[in-house]
Nanobody, 123 residues
Framework: QVQLVESGGGLVQAGGSLRLSCAASGRTFSNVVMGWFRQTPGKEREFVAAIRWSDTDYADSVKGRFTISRDNAKNTVYLQMNSLKPEDTAVYYC??????????????????WGQGTQVTVSS
């Protein structure tokens, strides 16, 4: 059974930084796609970033501000978020896609999800 546990969310002022972590367990994760999504009430889950090995992809809204990375030895993926804006406020979810077919941006392409971590950016 694959399990994902996010951490690192919190309250930060606009312009500040946070680093989210997603720890994975249940199988070998070095060859899978891992992604970060976010969701606000009443809206669909939105793609933020994805990574497989050194390949990465980002939503246009976070390019240049967010960086996704992974530590395969720790089965952990990170999302470094800088220059945060109030519109970045959301619950952030980590997802995993077990079989590679590019870096998908649709949440329906991911196989497992974590419970989410709240990020709140005050103006």
């Amino acid at each position: 059974q694959v399990q994902l546990v996010e951490s690192g969310g919190g309250l930060v002022q606009a312009g500040g930084s946070l680093r989210l972590s997603c720890a994975a367990s249940g199988r070998t994760f070095s060859n899978v796609v891992m992604g970060w999504f976010r969701q606000t009430p009443g809206k669909e889950r939105e793609f933020v970033a994805a990574i497989r090995w050194s390949d990465t992809d980002y939503a246009d809204s976070v390019k240049g501000r967010f960086t996704i990375s992974r530590d395969n030895a720790k089965n952990t993926v990170y999302l470094q978020m800088n220059s945060l804006k109030p519109e970045d406020t959301a619950v952030y979810y980590c997802g995993i896609k077990l079989y590679y077919s590019g870096l998908p941006k649709s949440p329906g392409d991911y196989d497992y999800w974590g419970q989410g971590t709240q990020v709140t950016v005050s103006s």
